[in-house]
């Protein structure tokens, strides 16, 4: 339990931290300015007393320091990088630089590497192309990074190079108006990695819910652009779904992936789940709103036998009501311990049996409606087709569609 | 941003600073910078009292990694005092306080200190 406190404390402080990065990126601040916070910003969420940013000046091939932390006489410290070395990078994966000793790279600065008591390096690479670098000393924990640390480093490092890239394109163009555009886009693209990485974790909890919030957000956003919702509301029922299950954080794993029947106390303990992704998330500020809603309710059903709140039909919103479909569909269409899993046709049927109880009608009939179109191909991007298994009749799916959406039509 | 400072006590060879408010910007690095002042004028027991602090995120994070850090070049001690369980967690998570020496008020430091050489 401890641990998992502790996991769970971790990966909220790092969550408040990329938001906060993401903030100060798009900032209306000065680049150098904003490189020097970002380089605080992970500093402090590795605890790393010591560090330098670098911009790579393509002309010279040589990395170019911009920010350091904690680095006395580093001005003007630079580090060679030839094009074989940066075909050897992985973007934005650190790598430590002293298992690297024997290479030429290393040789060549050693002498950088030293005055700048460098332990790790991150190419930072914006698409393909190599932009700058990081690098990190000694961390006060004395300890080595873990998987999950790497990961958050590499979502970390792909905003910096973003930021980079964009600081060398901002004295070309000039227009203003461009610009922001530009920044805002880039503010979405940052807000999405990081809480898809955040989604990857939630999901690697349960080995049975591999990229289950993923599919329910596609799903969720397949029926909001049916029913037409704004752009920016889609988005925002997308970060929903990638997190609405973020209170199985905390829930014992051992209970998520216990197979037989649960006892009522273990069915309570996970119950607890939306109100507690509710309190987490709570906490942070989103550009999207009701998301916070839209997830502390999914579980809510149409008949008010739902939790946490027991909400009934008019107190739920159509947002609350898409997650709902969504999420218990792919529930049904993928494998858990407690069963197998359903053709789409027995999924299909199950919806339809629940209608009015625990699904909503009319947001289950443009769930349906949407299905179809994407089976005979008349929607651009399939959200929901491509993670379906391809094992079906296409003519029988569309047939039960017709008649079960029919149905709903009187 | 203004919503940070900080509140300074000295006294021989011991000096307690108080950061006030969000410690979320660059506007805290002047915690770092007073506290290496500090340690040039060759006071080395330094307290940090965090009763005031409200906020802190990793930028914050960062510049007392950074104070840990000086604290352990220049040989010095380091005590943090009045801290909120919250605040306490980040640093327990973060290995900060494997290199400072936690009291739950700031007097209880004090006399710690002087009892140092
Ligand atoms: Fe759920």
């Known amino acids: ?410 | 941003m203004n919503n940070f400072s900080i509140a300074l006590k000295s006294s021989n060879d011991l000096v307690v600073i108080m950061p006030k408010g969000y410690v979320n910007d660059l506007g805290a690095e002047r915690l770092e910078s007073t506290c290496e002042q500090f340690f040039n004028k060759g006071i080395r027991k330094v307290v940090i009292n965090f009763s005031d602090m409200q906020y802190l995120n990793s930028i914050g994070a960062s510049v007392f990694t950074g104070m840990v850090q000086k604290t352990l070049e220049y040989k010095g001690l380091l005590c943090f005092t009045n801290i909120k369980k919250i605040h306490l967690d980040v640093f327990n998570m973060l290995g900060i306080t494997k290199h400072v020496k936690v009291f739950k008020e700031e007097l209880e430091a004090i006399n710690f200190l002087k009892g140092k050489k």
């Not at chain 1, 906060?20 to 916070?37: H, N, P, R």
């Not at chain 1, 199950?350 to 769930?367: A, H, M, P, Y």
């Open chain 1, 1 to 410: 339990m401890k641990k998992k406190q502790q996991d769970l404390k971790r990966l909220l402080f790092n969550i408040a931290s990329l938001v906060d990065l993401g903030q100060e990126v798009t900032s209306a601040k000065g680049i150098d300015e904003k490189m020097k916070t970002a380089l605080y910003v992970v500093t402090g969420m590795f605890s790393v007393p010591k560090a330098g940013l670098f911009v790579y000046n393509a002309d010279r091939h040589k990395l170019e320091l911009v920010t350091c932390k904690g680095i006395k006489d580093a001005d003007g410290t630079s580090i060679d990088v030839q094009t074989k070395y940066i075909k050897a990078f992985q973007k934005n994966t650190p790598y430590n630089i002293s298992e690297a000793r024997n290479n030429s790279f290393y040789e060549r600065n050693a002498e950088a590497f030293r005055r700048l008591q460098a332990k790790t390096l991150i190419p930072l690479f914006a698409k393909d192309e190599f932009v700058g670098a990081i690098c990190l000393g000694k961390r006060l924990s004395r300890t080595s990074y873990l998987h999950s640390e790497k990961d958050t480093l590499k979502v970390v490092a792909s905003q910096m190079a973003i930021t980079l890239h964009n600081s060398s394109l901002f004295k070309k163009i000039k227009n203003q108006v461009n610009e922001n555009k530009k920044l805002y886009q880039n503010m979405r693209h940052i807000y999405h990695d990081t809480i898809q990485a955040f989604a990857a974790a939630i999901d690697a909890k349960d080995v049975y819910t591999r990229n289950h919030s993923y599919r329910v957000a596609r799903y969720a956003v397949a029926v909001a652009r049916e029913l037409r919702w704004k752009a920016k509301e889609v988005e925002g029922i997308y970060i929903a779904g990638l997190l609405h299950d973020i209170g199985k954080l905390i829930i014992d794993k051992g209970l998520l992936n216990k197979g037989e029947t649960l006892s009522a106390a273990e069915i309570q303990e996970i119950k607890r789940h939306p109100q507690i992704s509710y309190d987490i998330l709570s906490k942070i500020k989103f550009p999207w709103k009701d998301v916070v809603d839209f997830v502390k309710h999914h579980h809510e059903r149409i008949d008010g036998t739902g939790y946490p709140d027991e909400l009934k039909d008019p107190d739920l919103s159509d947002g609350v009501k898409i997650l709902a479909v969504a999420d218990a569909f792919d529930a049904m269409t993928t494998k858990r311990t407690y069963r197998k899993k359903l053709s789409l046709f027995d999924a299909l049927r199950e919806v339809n049996k629940c209608l009015g109880t625990q699904f909503d009608n009319r947001i289950s009939k443009v769930f349906f409606k949407v299905l179809q179109k994407e089976i005979k191909g008349e929607i651009k991007e399939a959200q929901i087709l491509p993670h379906l298994d391809k094992d079906f009749d296409p003519t029988i799916i569309t047939t039960l569609l017709e008649s079960i959406t029919a149905e709903l039509s009187y």
